[in-house]
C-alpha cells in the first residue's frame, strides 16, 4: 500500500448527526484497464482522467456513526474528519489525502485551530471557539498522523456536485445520522 484518500462528510437533519468516510488504499500503479464509471480512482481522489493518470486500489473503506455529543453539522463534519484520522492510525500508510467539502473543517484544520492551541484555546475575540474539546481531539489526531513523518493532504471538494467519493462519504453519513 503506497497511500489511503478519504472522503469525509457530515450529516444533520431532524436534531441528528451522523459522519460518513470513504476512499480506498491504493498503490501508485496505474490500472490496467479503466474502471465503467467516468471518475477513476487517483492518489488525489476520484478523477475524470486517462488510465495512465489512475493508482490500483487494494481496498475500499466505508465507515460511519452517529454524533451523540451535541449534534450539529459542524460537529458531524468535524465527526467525519476524526473517523478519518482514526482509521488512517490503524494502516501501516504513510501518505493520506482527505477530501472534504467543509472548509470550516478543512481551514480549522490548516488555519484556525493551530492559532487557537498557540493562544490557549481563544480566539481573536476573546472567545473560545465553538466545539473546542472536538477541535482539540481532531488536532490531536492530526499530530499523531504527521510526526512520524506521514503526508497529509486536505483537499476541498464542492458537495452534492456528482464527485463518486463524496456522494459515497455522503450516503455513509446519512446511515450514521
Not at 77 to 86: P, T, Y
Not at 103 to 112: A, I, P, S, T
Request: glycine content about 8%; aromatic content about 10%.
Amino acid at each position: 500500500m503506497d497511500g489511503i484518500v478519504l472522503y469525509t462528510d457530515g450529516s444533520f437533519r431532524q436534531n441528528k448527526a451522523g459522519w460518513g468516510i470513504h476512499g480506498y488504499t491504493y498503490t501508485n500503479t496505474a490500472m490496467t484497464t479503466k474502471a465503467v464509471t467516468k471518475q477513476q480512482p487517483t492518489s488525489q481522489g476520484y478523477k475524470d482522467v486517462p488510465v495512465s493518470e489512475t493508482c490500483t486500489v487494494t481496498d475500499y473503506i466505508d465507515s460511519y456513526g452517529a454524533v451523540e455529543k451535541n449534534p450539529t453539522n459542524n460537529t458531524a463534519e468535524l465527526g467525519a474528519a476524526i473517523g478519518a484520522f482514526n482509521y488512517a492510525l490503524t494502516t501501516p500508510s504513510k501518505s493520506l489525502t482527505m477530501i472534504m467539502d467543509s472548509e470550516y473543517v478543512r481551514k480549522g484544520l490548516l488555519q484556525y485551530a493551530p492559532k487557537w492551541e498557540k493562544n490557549g484555546w481563544v480566539k481573536t475575540d476573546g472567545l473560545p471557539p465553538a466545539n473546542v474539546d472536538v477541535w482539540k481531539e481532531l488536532l490531536s489526531l492530526k499530530k499523531q498522523w504527521i510526526e512520524p513523518k506521514r503526508s497529509l493532504d486536505l483537499l476541498w471538494v464542492k458537495g452534492h456536485s456528482n464527485d463518486i467519493g463524496n456522494d459515497k462519504a455522503d450516503a455513509n453519513a446519512l446511515l450514521g445520522a
